[in-house]
């Protein structure tokens, strides 16, 4: 008879035990707070990578399906993240309307008219070479990159693509 008592109470400990247990469990899922489903990734798959040296598929994401949609970019601003800080850059596509050794002048097709600072940093190229100030004349046509700060923009880039035409 002891031996049958000593059972049922193991018994009767361990079921008190797993009845703890889910109550346990069941109160700390009652108190967790639910979290909001993320995105679903088979709803937003990711864009898989092409394997290595794969052909370009021509397709595009950002810019349409158009190949250097820049080129149309008569003039512009736009901020980088620089290392040092945001950088205001200017980019204008345009007629040489005057140029000295300290500055050029430049019109777009559309009538925007812009003067950039030229000092001893900015990067001349004429014809895809580098080149003097001296060798960009009035009426060539040239691509400007350059800084803004404030109102003072200097040229870093002053590409010469030629006469007008």
Not at 3 to 13: C, F, Q
Not at 15 to 21: E, F, G, I, V, W
Not at 74 to 98: I, L, P, S
Not at 131 to 154: C, E, L, P, Y
Request: no cysteine; hydrophobic share 35%; aromatic share 2%.
């Amino acid at each position: 008879m002891v031996k049958r008592t000593k059972t049922m109470v193991a018994a009767g400990t361990l079921a008190l035990a797993l009845a703890l247990a889910g109550t346990g469990a069941g109160v700390a899922a009652a108190q967790t707070t639910p979290t909001a489903p993320g995105p679903s990734t088979a709803a937003n798959p990711a864009p898989a990578s092409p394997a290595p040296g794969a052909k370009h598929t021509g397709t595009h994401t950002g810019m349409g399906k158009h190949r250097g949609g820049l080129r149309r970019v008569e003039h512009g601003e736009f901020t980088v993240h620089t290392k040092t800080g945001d950088k205001v850059m200017d980019v204008q596509r345009g007629v040489v309307t005057a140029v000295n050794a300290t500055s050029v002048t430049v019109k777009s097709t559309d009538g925007f008219s812009s003067t950039y600072t030229i000092n001893p940093t900015t990067k001349v190229r004429k014809d895809k070479t580098p080149a003097a100030v001296s060798q960009i004349a009035t009426n060539d046509r040239v691509q400007v990159m350059a800084t803004k700060t404030g109102s003072t923009v200097i040229a870093q880039r002053i590409g010469d693509i030629g006469p007008a035409k």
